[in-house]
């Protein structure tokens, strides 16, 4: 795994070259830099090897799901919205560039994205291409992720239009799954087409198991370990899983989507994705 994650760095420092005006450029690569888990890109290239695809091929599509990944936490994390003054162990992007640097590094980042699928995928036909940006900008978009982020904020701010775990579905699936279901998509798109449903269905269980695990994490884990504030849902009053079913059964819903993941992945051959499932697990129910 640890190859791989080196990879994902390589590339993201080379399709990122440093022009004028400076300080965008410095702004965006600030939170890419800094030591995330690379789980999305990570997503898409499994899913192509599994597949038997070229994974060389998948690797602009695999940096530009991070790109984005990046993008919506510098702007998760500003005032307007979560307040975070912390992300990846370091002070969150705004604290660094100020707001204006950190919308804007956003802004650069979701729209340099596609434009790294267009211009550096090799070895796909433009049908492919075509196909791999349409998935980008449907789960970027007003229709998943923003949807997930704007339901959140409502959620937070006492607006509750469906039952709480309809909301908290929503969120979750929105904001988290769809960009783990963009990434084993866009694999199965370059790799395989005909295995993108049984994938997806993967990529939401997970999306969904790793927000519960995400929601355990703020309540039992340190800053050292996850980098960021701790604790901030539970004083906030936040709709999450431990406060809507409190720590045990969120363990279980946790456990039983993990399980099912397992139980399709191992369908096929992956023993980085196997390591990733078995890790989370263990960080939350035990060997
Ligand atoms: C697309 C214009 C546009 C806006 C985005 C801000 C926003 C709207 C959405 C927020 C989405 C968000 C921050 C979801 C949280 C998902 C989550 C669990 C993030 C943590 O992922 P990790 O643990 O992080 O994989 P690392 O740092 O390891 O990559």
Do not use: W
């Not at 950190?102 to 729209?111: E, H, I, R, S």
């Not at 509750?160 to 979750?172: A, G, P, W």
């Not at 409190?246 to 399709?264: H, P, R, Y």
């Amino acid at each position: 795994m640890e190859i791989l994650i080196n990879n994902i760095n390589s590339k993201l420092e080379e399709y990122l070259p440093i022009c004028y005006p400076e300080k965008i450029f410095e702004a965006m690569k600030y939170t890419l830099k800094l030591p995330g888990k690379r789980l999305r890109p990570i997503f898409c290239l499994e899913t192509v090897k599994m597949l038997g695809g070229e994974i060389e091929s998948a690797y602009p599509t695999a940096c530009a799901i991070e790109m984005l990944h990046v993008q919506s936490l510098i702007h998760d994390d500003l005032p307007c919205m979560d307040n975070d003054d912390f992300r990846r162990g370091k002070p969150s992007n705004h604290k660094v560039f100020g707001e204006a640097n950190a919308v804007l590094a956003g802004d650069a980042l979701l729209t340099f994205a596609p434009q790294l699928i267009i211009e550096k995928s090799k070895g796909l036909s433009d049908d492919t291409t075509l196909k791999l940006v349409h998935e980008y900008t449907k789960f970027a978009g007003a229709y998943a992720l923003i949807a997930g982020q704007v339901v959140d904020i409502e959620s937070e701010n006492g607006i509750l239009t469906k039952s709480s775990s309809e909301t908290l579905n929503f969120i979750h699936l929105n904001k988290t799954a769809s960009l783990f279901r963009l990434a084993v998509r866009s694999g199965a798109i370059i790799a395989n087409p005909n295995k993108l449903e049984e994938l997806d269905e993967f990529a939401t269980k997970f999306g969904l198991a790793f927000q519960i695990y995400d929601d355990i994490m703020d309540e039992i884990s340190t800053f050292e370990e996850l980098g960021k504030t701790i604790g901030k849902d539970k004083v906030s009053n936040k709709l999450t899983y431990v406060s809507l079913y409190g720590l045990e059964e969120a363990k279980q819903k946790f456990e039983l989507l993990i399980n099912e993941c397992c139980d399709i992945v191992n369908k096929y051959d992956s023993k980085i994705l196997n390591d990733i499932l078995r890790k989370l697990k263990n960080r939350i129910i035990g060997v």
